[in-house]
Structure formats: structure tokens, C-alpha cells
């Protein structure tokens, strides 16, 4: 890894710019930038009071009550809500209330430990000033999403039409936003996306505030 060319040397996020420098320096290689990033919830079950299906009785973690039917929720796109990104969080920066994820963007470091576990692909890393970012991550229809949850996408693609930077798209059946597009056009689109969904699941990513909201 040392030598590879295609490693790149600050892939380390927690030793933040200064062990990149370090190890490019020690490996003679290239450091490029460091964007900064944090962990976010591409979900709003507790918002949207998405029901429990069943009593799921078995091994406690997401990965496992997944496999039984796509989970315990009603929303199969939706967080499980056993904490498996909780437990595997190195630096303790998700606490789970109301068994959804809350995350404390001044503790997280933006490691992807929390990607890689969550079975719903939920969790995302977004660069610590996006402005906007979706709370939801379903792939149903309309029809099937008004069924189980209040405020879900229904890919009515309002935000896609009207954002001007062109960031925000359908990528395999899940409404994203590319975030180097949407902080390269800047603040004069005015968030009209966030206007635009008339469900209230793009919403301004201020990740300070992501306790207040699950909470009310």
C-alpha cells in the first residue's frame, strides 16, 4: 500500500489533514485535497411514524432482523433501528433515540464505519458544508410509499426539475443529490429544491441540529 500509486494518502480521516501531509510525505506521494465530511441519515421513519410490522425475536443487530422479511419496519427501505452504526461507531458519535441514529457531527469524524454496516445503506458521508441533503433513501412507488410512511419520497422529481445546478438525480431508483454540483453552483439557487418537495424530506442539512429534529 505504501508504494501503490492508486492509494492514496489521506485516506485516514480521523488524523485529519496533518497525518495526510505526513504520510505523503513518507510515501512521496501526492496528497490532494481533504474535503471535510461527516456522517448523515438518509431516513425520516420516526417523522414519517412508520409502523412496526412485526415483533422481530432473534439476534439483536440490523444485519440479522434484515434478513427476516427486510426488517421489523413497515418501510424496507428504512432504518431497522437495532443500532449495529451505534455499536460500530469508534468515536461514539451516534446515539440512538427513539431506536433511530442521531448523530453528533462535532464527534464524528467522517470514517464510513457507520456506511459500511448499515444493511439499509442509510447512512452517507456528505461534505460538512452541504447545504441540502434528502431524508429518505426509498425506492417504492408513490402508492406504496404513502401506504407506510407520511413524509417519504414518492420520486415525484419536483426537486430534479427545478434544481438549476442540475445536482440532484435518480440513481438507481433512489433521489440523490450530487453535493460537488450543489456547492459548486453556490447559494443563489436559494434551496428552491427544499420548496419544491412538497413532502419536506429535502430539508437544510444543518447537522448540529440533527438531535432537535428526530427528537421533535
Known sequence: MVTDPEVAPNLCRPGGEETAKEVARITGKQMGSMEPIVAAVRCSRVQGKVHVKYSYIGYGTCSAANLAFSGPMECQYGCVGFGECAESC??????????????????CMGCGTCVSVCPKGILTLVPRNARVIIRCSTKDSAKETRAVCEVGCIHCKACVRKCPAEAISEVHGVI???????????PECNEVCIDACKRGILQPFHPRAEKEKVAA
Not at 440523490?176 to 453556490?186: M, N, V
Open 90 to 107: 469508534p468515536f461514539d458519535a451516534i446515539t440512538m433515540v427513539d431506536n433511530f441514529p442521531v448523530i453528533d457531527e462535532n464527534t
Open 176 to 186: 440523490t443529490i450530487d453535493q460537488k454540483k450543489c456547492l459548486e453552483y453556490g
